[in-house]
């Protein structure tokens, strides 16, 4: 249920109505616009109707949320995109984010080269992982915890924000000590306990689209996140499977416009990681900047080549300041602009 209070409702009035919401057992979500407040009322249904809010003093109407993500839905917060600030970076609403950054942490010098060149470029976040989910129990797994101490690094030197992914609930203690953002990777996005956990963390977090995910099981997901309080959840499409067989997979543009009629939060494009190769990466990057998409995050190597994971999609270093110009050009397009710092 939403309860829309009325426009002149005081703190006294919100505050009562958010108490007999906790009374019956319910969570109330309060989001506090520059006109009304609605108060999102989350929990059994039966015991919410029973509150008979409508009438309440201060309350102006009480309807129900019709979409089975309730925080993650637009309904709830009329209109008004969810904002997420990282260390001055801003990301949703008019603000573009782009978040480069290899692939894998292989080493401090291929990490520090990579978080100068991006950083130079104007990147807003560095990405860069540590725990690695590969095909193959052969491949190269990822540096751990060695790796979080040169994404610390590279933070220090830089000042970036670090994106890194999180794929065992075992490792979020050390993790979370090092990086801004939790990134959860395409085949953990139905991983509902490491959701549940990321959720009562309250860090920013870029939820990936499942391989084979539509965009309401993306939604849902994104909601075991908000429903533990964690309002900071970034969306994030990385193409899909289908039929195709000429590129890694589908990058379904379709979701970002489709997903801004949906949701209130950010929406996130990985060019890389659906293309596959370098050369469709700056096309589809430019076409989702233009689309409306909320930031890029894109793989940056200083030398592909010797990439341990990954090398054919990832964008040199050296080549990364004019992409990057392309990108915020396509971005302004769309009417959004880079926040960097
Ligand atoms: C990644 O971004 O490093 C990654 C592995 O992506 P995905 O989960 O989308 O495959
Ligand atoms: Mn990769």
């Known amino acids: 249920m939403m309860i829309v209070m009325k426009a002149r409702a005081d703190e006294a009035h919100i505050q009562a109505v958010i108490d007999r919401i906790e009374a019956c057992g319910a969570v109330a979500h309060p989001s506090r616009g520059a006109e009304v407040t609605v108060i999102g009322a989350i929990g059994d249904l039966e015991h919410v109707a029973k509150l008979e809010l409508e009438g309440a003093p201060g309350v102006d109407k009480v309807v129900p949320i019709l979409k089975p993500y309730k925080l993650a839905s637009n309904q709830l917060r009329q209109g008004a995109p969810t904002v997420i600030e990282i260390d001055g970076r801003r990301i949703g609403g008019e603000h573009f984010s782009l978040i480069a950054g290899p692939c894998t942490v292989e080493s401090r010098d291929q990490t520090l080269t990579a978080a100068r060149a991006v950083k130079d470029a104007g990147a807003s976040l560095f990405r860069g992982g540590v725990y690695k989910p590969r095909t193959s129990p052969y491949a190269f797994q990822g540096l751990g915890d060695a790796g979080l101490r040169i994404l610390a690094e590279a933070k220090a030197e830089t000042g970036m924000p670090i994106v890194t992914e999180l794929m065992d609930a075992r490792d979020l203690e050390p993790l ?50 908000l429903k533990e ?113």
Request: glycine residues 6%; charged residues 20%.
């Open 229 to 341: 309080g964690n309002p900071n959840v970034m969306l994030c499409e990385r193409g899909i499977r289908t039929f195709e067989t000429a590129y890694r997979f589908t990058l379904d543009l379709t979701a970002v416009p489709v997903l801004k009629e949906l949701t209130h939060l950010p929406v996130i494009v990985d060019p890389s990681h659906a293309a596959g190769r370098r050369s469709l990466v700056e096309p589809l990057s430019l076409a989702a900047a233009a689309a409306g998409a909320d930031g890029i995050i894109v793989e940056v190597h200083p030398a592909p080549e010797e990439a341990i994971c990954d090398g054919p999609q990832q964008l040199y270093a050296d080549a990364f300041e004019e992409y990057a110009r392309k990108v915020e050009q396509a971005a302004a397009i769309a009417g959004k602009a880079l926040s960097t710092v």
């Open 176 to 225: 979370i000590e090092v990086v801004d953002v939790i990134q959860v990777g395409a085949r953990n996005m139905q991983n509902y306990p490491l959701l549940s956990e990321i959720g009562r963390t309250g860090k920013p977090t870029l939820l990936k689209r499942g391989l084979s995910s539509t965009l309401e099981e993306l939604l849902m997901a994104a909601e075991y996140i």
